[in-house]
Nanobody, 115 residues
């Protein structure tokens, strides 16, 4: 079983920055693409950014140029540096990983951006 534990959420003013981290643990024999999704109030869960094991990245248009995803394969961690935050970035952010040939999700961490 794979566990994903997020950290780093919180309350920040518009224009501020936050860094989210996610650590994968458990019985992992294959850890492939990792990433972040988010679900805002009254909205569906949406992709924020993903990063492959080799470092190829993909971003939602809404965060391009403001957010940066990175990972450490040795530590089995993925990070999301969020700059120039906007109130519309307010959401629960979920860590996701394709591990052991299946989707795995963290519990989520709240990010609130005040105007």
């Amino acid at each position: 079983q794979v566990q994903l534990v997020e950290s780093g959420g919180g309350l920040v003013q518009s224009g501020g920055s936050l860094r989210l981290s996610c650590a994968a643990s458990g019985s992992i024999f294959a850890l492939e693409t990792m990433g972040w999704y988010r679900q805002g109030p009254g909205k569906q869960r949406e992709l924020v950014a993903t990063i492959s094991r080799g470092g190829s990245t993909n971003y939602a248009d809404s965060v391009m140029g403001r957010f940066t995803i990175s990972r450490d394969n040795a530590k089995r961690t993925v990070h999301l540096q969020m700059n120039s935050l906007k109130p519309e970035d307010t959401a629960v952010y979920y860590c996701w990983a394709l591990a052991n040939v299946r989707d795995n999700w963290g519990q989520g961490t709240q990010v609130t951006v005040s105007s």
